[in-house]
Each structure stands twice: as structure tokens, then as C-alpha cells.
């Protein structure tokens, strides 16, 4: 390719990237604000793609010289660059319908597995890349000829503004003796062309004198063109500058600041240009200082004096409990101290007890002298204090649910084991999918009236075993009412529980992220992620004992305790191991693991040694392989327990309903969704395959446990890390930066096989699945004496409430606030209470371009019509309207309450971030 044919190539190139890019921005955007205001300031959002368009064509041009060449490069590069962020961008909407981070992406290529999940996509992108370069290959000599003529005219109007002059915009002969044009191409001749007549020095291209049109349209615009013939030339550009000044000087920062954004400039975020910490000491004092927001439900009057195993509630710094808890080392603590109760250490160094209210200035010194920026969060006032906590109502003074109490009362249900299975993109309306519900509706509705009876026959054998779990029936029927019977060949297990019993399931919960990892450390440790992109979490210690602690505290006085009964189930140690058939390396969650506590973990890099002696194993997808690879392994685990007599706590994380939604090729995949609302139903028919799939897996699994005999004894919890959302649910798909209620909505259920059944309405989380867990241990009398008073002592320390007693919505006038963490983590956070039917969207730094959302999930259980805003104000103005003032009042304690949270998870997890 000549260079004439390269430049041009390359800058049509990156025009036709901006120009795309930038339309579907501005699509993106049109409905955020009002129209008007859209049209009004519609000039000023092009001002970076004009700037750029223009310093790009200037590096392009065809000029002999090093600093010609030196352009090029640059001009080559830009166009590169951008011709690539563009693809990835439209790729990007086309699978997820939203706008991309490029900050999140860059969070996730840092991951080698987060580079195969963008990978896994990576035909969206080749798609609009191809498109681009068609299109620009077509076009570029028209394009590059037209923008020649536009950056010339635009050079003679500077001209003209240079030197006054007063003469119209037309032709001119050139008596400065500044060739403009050919410093802009090289090539093209310099004749004396009429700018508005004829194609030389137009933005129309090149070539012969237009004769004047005839007709009406021909004379409105030569009347047109006479006016603007008639304008002073060095009035043009003063009276634009004007005019984009005053609109930039009179436009608002949010959102307009956001949508003026054009590439490269946003994929720059890719690039780390950080050169010193980001936390300042400003920072710092920011998280130690941060102020409970509603300090009048924390006055003395609401105080709670302690007793028994409650160590009473004070917050606010001047009660003396605060102290009394911060100086106690429980009775029931083995030493040396064991992992994960490292807060009860009195022998802490004293350099781990500075504040950066200590020092001046917020400096300190290290071990060597040497001075520090900033003082890290490591004094023992930054461990959590269920005393100082305004947030914590606790349900522990209440009596067990009435339908639990017998059962409890009697001892009947003993768990001697606990396992808990935390299952990957699990949503609630699918544990189990049941006739009448929205989604069964939506599924039916995709197919013609005709065929109905025959989905209905499919949709009955989607979750038999979600229904055997949870109590849940799914009630099928066809057509003229009759229940649809399954077929044999249905997966199953042999379920041995009577009628009635089975355990405790929750109809309303949350996942507390929607990020599988944070969610895990959640379910397993009872605390709160953190509002901040990835698993920063692992970089601290967990700031409570997690259940793999729980467990080696309990085995740890067992092992040191010579005088107990060893033979008694009460008195052996336990063992635990955590089981996941894919990648445990993705966002430092191996490491993660080993700070909750588990020492045993198969994952992926132990089914990939399984390969030498199965050679017909193959990888599922870009993550790993399939569940039943765990088997051997489980049965390995369960064996040894039973073998050694030991107690067991058997952790798995399932992951077939990762995206992107892959079953093996032995499964028979079924046509769940038809083709009706304009759209095909791909991913979410491939989802629900993926479901039924992880359905069969959960029975091979209670099966597991039936066939060890271990199934009476055996606690089994079941738990979503996140949802999935899908163009079904809403324009925007996946969980990426998408706060949509379908990805936090998740099912909790706690099967006991001599537990009554119950249906426990509550808006929970998964932090309080250890309290629940302790509580349960202790109250079936599972734990001899001495365990059972650490454990009653231990549920008083944790944040969330036992869901066998019936749930606090509020308490003294405060709520129980529940928060989402959305993936990647530090751009959005959701907040619920369970006291109110709404719910907020907020972003994580009140600066960032996001939108404020609330909804009424009573009204709205999908989110269809939230209301949205660009401020908290504009928000609680429409919520007054839409919901009235109770809404209102409750968005504006929800918005201080989650900025004041957000700090705190920092504080509690000692967290200094490094950009």
C-alpha cells in the first residue's frame, strides 16, 4: 500500500472509530437527561472528538521529514489504537447492552483467567472490527479529501480572525503568500477555486464549477448561502468560541462531563500513570474519622446494658462497654491464639496499635525509623466491636421460630456434619422454577398457545431437586389443570425425609456482592466485602473468625483437652476442605482460601493432575471442568472423616452456571425459550440448560451424602453467590457494573433432614448464614457443653442475625440495612432494608457518572420503571412524587448510611489502597 493510500486509510480508520463510537455513547446517554438539555449542549459534546479528529489529520499528512515521519508513527498509532478500543466497545454493547468501564476492564485483563473470559467473547469484537475496516477502506479517499477541505477552510477563517478581515466568507485571492493548503497536503494544486460554488477549497470535495440550482429548494438555498456569504469571515470563529464557551461555562459537570468523553481518551485508563499511592493521609483520616450520619438513633437513651452472652450496645465512643469488650480475652480461647482471632491477641507489637490520629500530621515510623506517608489503619480500635456497631440489631433475645421449637426442644436434629454448597449464578425464581411465577410466565409467553403444555412438560423436569431442597413445590400443569407427572428417567436422589421436615428455606434474601469471590468470604465469615474493584480483601486479615476458624478453635480444644470422652460425637475434632472444579487462581482467590482458613482445597491445578491417569477429561470452558470431576475427591474427604471419626465441614463452589453457560456433551440439551419479543433467547435458554444441568449435580450430591450414610446427620447449606441478568430482564446484561435486582436476588436454604419445614420470609443476606450455622449447632444441642458456650458467645460477636428466629426489620428506630457490592466492586453499590420495600442504586464515589436509581420492589419486582437521577436531591424530589414522603425520607438515610458503611468496610478490613 502506497503511503498516500496508508495515510489516508488510517485516518478514516480512526474517524469512522470516533464517529461509532461516539453515536452509540450518545444513544446510551439520550434517555439520562432531558431532550432539551441534550440538544442545547449537543455541540459541546464533540468538542474533544473535533480537537482530536484535527490533531490526528494533521499527523497524517503526506509531508517528506523526520518530524513528518515521527507524526506518522504517532498518527499510526493513535488510529491503531482506537480502531481497537472502538471494536471492543461495540463488542462490548452488543453482548451486554451497556457502556464499557474501561477502568473494570482493565482490573480484569491484570488476571491471566480474567484475559480468558474476555477471550471467550471475543467474536463481538471481531464483528464491528470488521465492519469498521470495510467501511473504512471504501471510504478513506473521500474522507481524507473532505477533511483536507475542511481543516483548509477552518485555516482561512483563522486567518481572516488573525488579520481582521472584514470581507464575506468567498473567495480570495491569497496575497499573504501563506500556501495553508500545502501544509496540509502535499500534492493537491492551489488554484484559486470559489469556496462556495465550486468543490476545490469547499468541504465538498473537488472538481468543477456547480452551476446555481432552480426551484424552490434551489432558491431557499442560494438565499441561504448569500447570507452566510455576507457574514464578516473573522466574526465566524470568535462567535463558535463564544458560544461553546458560554455552554461549557453553564453546563453541568454530571453528566455532560461523562458524555463529552470520546476514545482513545477513556482506554488511556488502561494505562497506570499513578506515580505515588493513591491513599493519601487524607485518605486515611477520611476512613478513622468517618461519622455515623444518624446520630440521633445512637443516643444514650437507645443504649442496651449487657448480659448473659450479649455484650450490650453503646455506640458512639463514651460508654465504658466499648472499652470492656476491646480489653476481654473470652474464657473459651485456646492459646496460642489460633488463626482468625488475631483481635484477641493482647501481645499485638506496639507499632500494630498506632492510629493516624495518633501521629502528627498523620505520620509515623516504621521498625527501622524511617518515616512513613501515612500511618496504616492497624490500631485495635479498627477491629470490629459489635458494641460500638450502630448498624447491628440482633435477634438473639428472641425465642426460635414456633415450627423449629419442638424439634430443637427434643434434640432430634443432631448435625455432626456441615456442608455448604455456594452455587454460581444461582437466582432465586430458578431454586426452583415453580408455575405462575414471573419467569415461568415470561418462558411460556415466548412459545404459541399450541405448544404450551409441551414446555410446561420440559419446565417440570428443569429443578426436581431444587424442589426436594428447598420445599418448594412446582406445581406443573397442563392445560386443563391436571398435574404433570415426570418422567422416570428425571435426575434425582433417593430422599429419605418425611413429609413435612427438611429444613428452613428464605424467600427474599440478597447476596451481599455480585462478585462471586466477596459473596464466598461473606457466606463463610459472616462480614462485609469491601466497596473497591477485585478482592482486595485477601491483601488484609478476614476481621472475623470464618468457619474453617470456628472449626480449628473448637478441634483445637478437643485435641488439648485429655479429660473429654473422645468417643462422644460432641467431643471429636473436626476436619474441613474446600472442593471447586474450577480455576482457584482468578483474583487472588487461593489466596483468599488460605486466609479463611482452609488449609485442604481442590480446585482446578488438582483435576488438571487427575488428567494423566483419565485422559478422556476435558475442560468445560475457560474456567475448568465440570462438578462430578469432584467426586473421587469428596469421596476421598468423606471417607478419611469417617474413617478417623471426625466431624466435617465440606465446602463447594459449583460453576457450571458461569457464563458462558456450556454443559457437557453427554447432556441432552432441551428448547426452553421460543422465539417470540423480537429477540432469541440464546444465553438464557443456554442458562437455563445450565441449570437444569447444576440441578442434576446438586441430587448426584445429596445422593453422595445419602449413599455415606451420613444424610440424618448432616446440615447442608445452599446458597447463590449472585444472580444473572438478561436482556429478558433488562436492556443491560450480565453483572458488570450492573446494579439490576435479578443479579442480588438469591436463594439461602438450611436442609436438615429432621428440621420441619419452613418458609422464612426475610430480607437476609449471606452474613448471616455463620450466626445461623452457630445457632444451630448450639440449639440442637450438637456441641458439648463448653463449645456450646463459645458458640453461644461467638453468634453475639458476628454482624447479621440468626435466620431460626424470626428477623428484626427495625430496632429503636434504626433498620436493618442490607448492602450489594457490585462487580467489579468499586463503582455501585445497592442498598435495601427490611423494614421498606425500596431499594437504592448508588455510586461509590459520589463523583463518578453514575446514575442514582430507586425502585419499589413491591410494585416493581423487576425493576421495570425505577426512577433515576444524577443527584440525591433530584432523586428524593421524584421519589417524594412517585412513592411519597416515607420513600423519600427513607432514599435520603439510605444514601448517608451507605457513604458512612462504605468508609467503615475500609476501616474494619485495614485497608490502604496502593492506586
Known amino acids: 500500500m502506497s503511503l498516500q493510500k496508508s495515510t489516508s486509510f488510517l485516518f478514516a480508520l480512526f474517524l469512522i472509530s470516533v464517529a461509532s463510537t461516539k453515536v452509540l455513547h450518545l444513544a446510551l446517554h439520550l434517555g439520562a437527561i432531558p431532550l432539551a438539555a441534550f440538544f442545547l449542549y449537543l455541540p459541546t459534546f464533540f468538542i474533544p472528538d473535533v480537537a482530536l479528529l484535527i490533531i490526528t489529520r494533521l499527523l497524517l499528512r503526506r509531508e517528506r521529514g523526520v518530524g513528518s515521519l515521527v507524526g506518522l508513527l504517532l498518527g499510526s498509532f493513535i488510529s491503531c489504537v482506537t480502531f481497537i478500543a472502538a471494536s471492543c466497545q461495540i463488542g462490548f454493547f452488543t453482548r451486554t447492552g451497556a457502556d464499557i468501564q474501561w477502568s473494570a476492564a482493565r482490573t480484569v485483563a491484570k488476571d491471566k483467567d480474567g484475559v480468558a473470559v474476555l477471550l471467550s467473547e471475543s467474536s463481538s469484537v471481531l464483528v464491528p472490527a470488521v465492519i469498521i475496516l470495510a467501511l473504512a477502506w471504501f471510504s478513506h479517499a473521500w474522507v481524507y479529501e473532505v477533511s483536507g477541505n475542511i481543516l483548509r477552510t477552518l485555516a482561512g477563517l483563522w486567518r481572516a480572525t488573525y488579520n481582521r478581515d472584514p470581507g ?49 429548494a434551489g432558491r431557499i438555498r442560494t438565499s441561504w448561502r448569500r447570507a452566510v456569504k455576507n457574514i464578516p469571515q473573522w466574526m465566524v470563529l470568535p ?80 460508654s465504658p462497654l466499648i472499652k470492656d469488650y476491646r480489653e476481654r480475652v473470652p474464657e473459651w480461647l485456646p492459646l496460642p491464639i489460633p488463626a482468625g482471632f488475631y483481635r484477641w491477641n493482647s501481645t499485638e507489637p506496639a507499632e500494630d496499635t498506632l492510629s493516624v490520629l495518633d501521629t502528627p500530621n498523620g505520620t509515623t515510623a516504621d521498625a527501622n525509623g524511617t518515616t512513613l506517608a501515612c500511618a496504616p489503619i492497624l490500631t485495635r480500635q479498627a477491629d470490629y466491636n459489635p458494641v460500638d456497631d450502630p448498624l447491628r440489631i440482633t435477634n438473639l433475645d428472641l425465642e426460635p421460630l414456633e415450627p423449629l ?123 462485609w466485602p469491601m466497596a473497591v474493584d477485585g478482592l482486595e480483601e485477601s491483601e488484609s486479615q478476614v476481621y472475623q473468625p470464618c468457619l474453617p476458624h470456628l472449626f480449628d478453635m473448637l478441634s483445637n480444644k478437643k485435641i488439648n483437652d485429655s479429660k473429654s470422652d473422645q468417643s462422644e460425637m460432641r467431643n471429636r475434632p473436626w476436619d474441613h476442605m474446600y472442593f471447586q472444579a474450577v480455576t482457584d487462581d482468578y483474583d487472588r482467590q487461593d489466596v483468599m482460601n488460605e486466609k479463611m482458613g482452609f488449609r485442604d482445597v481442590v480446585a482446578r491445578k488438582t483435576l488438571q493432575k487427575d488428567v494423566k491417569n483419565n485422559p478422556g477429561m476435558m475442560e468445560l470452558n475457560y474456567f475448568g471442568y465440570a462438578e462430578p470431576y469432584l467426586i473421587p475427591h469428596m ?84 446458597v447463590g453467590d449472585h444472580g444473572q441478568a438478561f436482556l429478558e430482564d433488562t436492556s443491560v446484561t450480565g453483572t458488570l457494573d450492573n446494579a439490576h435486582v435479578s443479579n ?51 453468634i453475639n460477636d458476628y454482624e447479621g442475625q440468626s435466620l431460626i428466629r424470626p428477623y428484626k426489620t427495625h430496632e429503636g428506630g434504626r433498620r436493618a440495612w442490607n448492602f450489594g457490592v457490585v462487580n467489579l466492586g468499586g463503582s455501585v453499590l445497592t442498598v435495601t432494608s427490611a423494614d421498606a420495600p425500596w431499594r437504592l442504586v448508588l455510586p461509590v464515589e459520589e463523583k463518578n457518572s453514575i446514575e442514582y436509581q430507586m425502585s419499589d420492589l413491591r410494585l416493581d419486582p423487576l425493576e421495570v420503571d425505577p426512577i433515576k437521577g444524577w443527584d440525591m436531591v433530584h432523586l428524593i424530589l421524584d421519589a417524594r412524587k412517585k412513592y411519597g414522603q416515607d420513600a423519600a425520607t427513607w432514599a435520603d438515610e439510605a444514601e448517608k448510611v451507605a457513604r458512612w458503611w462504605m468508609l467503615e468496610r475500609k476501616r474494619l478490613w485495614k485497608y490502604q489502597s496502593s492506586k
Open 168 to 216: 464575506p466568507i468567498q473567495s480570495k485571492e491569497r496575497s499573504d503568500g501563506i500556501d495553508v493548503e500545502h501544509s496540509l497536503e502535499d500534492g493537491y494544486s492551489d488554484s484559486d477555486e470559489t469556496i462556495v460554488w465550486s468543490e476545490g477549497d469547499s468541504m465538498f470535495g473537488r472538481g468543477k464549477v456547480e452551476e446555481p440550482p432552480t426551484g424552490l
Open 239 to 318: 462567535f463558535c468560541a463564544i458560544v461553546l464557551v458560554v455552554l461549557l461555562l453553564t453546563r453541568p459537570a454530571k453528566p455532560y462531563n461523562h458524555i463529552s468523553t470520546t476514545l482513545p481518551l477513556p482506554f488511556l485508563t488502561l494505562i497506570n500513570f499513578s506515580f505515588e499511592p493513591f491513599n493519601s493521609c487524607g485518605q486515611t483520616e477520611r476512613v478513622v474519622e468517618n461519622m455515623w450520619p444518624l446520630p440521633e438513633l445512637i443516643r444514650e437513651a437507645h443504649w442496651k446494658p449487657a448480659h448473659d452472652h450479649f455484650k450490650g450496645w453503646a455506640p458512639g465512643g463514651m
Open 405 to 527: 421449637r419442638a424439634a430443637l426442644r427434643d434434640r432430634t436434629a443432631t448435625i455432626k456434619h456441615v456442608v455448604m454448597i455456594q452455587m454460581e449464578s444461582m437466582r432465586e425464581e430458578l431454586f426452583p422454577l415453580q408455575q405462575g411465577s414471573l419467569w415461568h410466565k415470561m418462558i411460556l409467553e415466548s412459545h404459541p398457545e399450541q405448544d404450551r403444555d409441551e414446555i410446561n412438560r420440559r419446565l417440570s423436569k428443569l429443578t426436581p431437586n431444587s424442589e426436594r431442597i428447598t420445599g418448594k413445590a412446582g406445581g406443573f400443569t397442563n392445560s386443563t389443570g391436571h398435574p404433570i407427572t415426570r418422567d422416570q428417567e428425571t435426575p434425582s436422589w433417593f430422599n429419605s425425609t418425611d413429609e413435612g421436615f427438611g429444613g428452613l428455606n428464605v424467600v427474599g434474601a440478597f447476596t451481599g456482592s455480585s462478585v462471586s469471590t466477596k459473596s464466598v468470604v461473606g457466606s463463610h465469615c459472616g462480614i
Open 635 to 718: 469421596e476421598k474427604f468423606i471417607d478419611r472423616a469417617l474413617a478417623n471419626d471426625t466431624r466435617m465441614f465440606l465446602s463447594h463452589f459449583t460453576s457450571t452456571t458461569h457464563h458462558p453457560w456450556r454443559t457437557p456433551g453427554d447432556w441432552q440439551t432441551v428448547r426452553y425459550m421460543g422465539k417470540s419479543h423480537g429477540i432469541s433467547h440464546y444465553d438464557f435458554n443456554q442458562y437455563l440448560n445450565a441449570v437444569a444441568y447444576h440441578d442434576a449435580w446438586l441430587g448426584q450430591m445429596m445422593q453422595l451424602i445419602e449413599d455415606k450414610g451420613i444424610a440424618n446427620e448432616t446440615l447442608v447449606i445452599f
Open 744 to 794: 442480588f436476588r438469591v436463594p439461602i436454604t438450611f436442609r436438615h433432614p429432621h428440621l420441619p419445614r419452613v418458609q422464612y420470609e426475610a430480607n437476609a443476606t449471606s452474613i448471616s448464614i455463620l450466626p445461623t450455622i452457630l445457632d444451630l449447632l448450639a440449639s440442637t444441642g450438637s456441641l458439648n457443653e463448653e463449645d456450646g458456650r463459645a458458640a453461644a458467645d461467638l
